[in-house]
């Protein structure tokens, strides 16, 4: 089995910063891809940035210049980062984890709890 721990959400004021943690943990054999999404209020689900297994990086347009993910390489550890900077009232939403990885010979898709992110003054 596969489980996503979030960390780092909060309050936050307009100009602020936040950094979200991901790690992900269990009987895996191999990880594709790291992303994560947000959800406000209302509004769908969307991709905020993803990071796979060659480094390839993508941003929402929403985000570029402002957030950066990373993920740590270290043996045997699972995580991805999201550096959330200036953030801007709009980018309150709940953040989740997504991962797209292999589990022995099969392919899984799993998701975080998601962590509440809230920019405000």
């Known amino acids: 089995q596969v489980e996503l721990v979030e960390s780092g959400g909060g309050l936050a004021q307009p100009g602020g910063s936040l950094r979200l943690s991901c790690i992900a943990s269990g009987s895996i054999a191999s990880i594709n891809a790291m992303e994560w999404y947000r959800q406000a209020p209302g509004k769908q689900r969307e991709l905020v940035s993803s990071i796979t297994r060659y480094g390839t990086i993508v941003y929402a347009d929403a985000v570029k210049g402002r957030f950066t993910i990373s993920r740590d390489h270290a043996l045997n550890t699972n995580t991805v980062y999201l550096q959330m900077s200036t953030l801007k009232p709009e980018d309150t939403a709940v953040y989740y984890c997504?991962?797209?990885?292999?589990?022995?010979?099969?392919?899984?898709?799993?998701w975080g709890q998601g962590t509440q992110v809230t920019v405000a003054s």
């Open positions: 997504h991962v797209d990885l292999w589990v022995s010979d099969r392919r899984g898709s799993y």
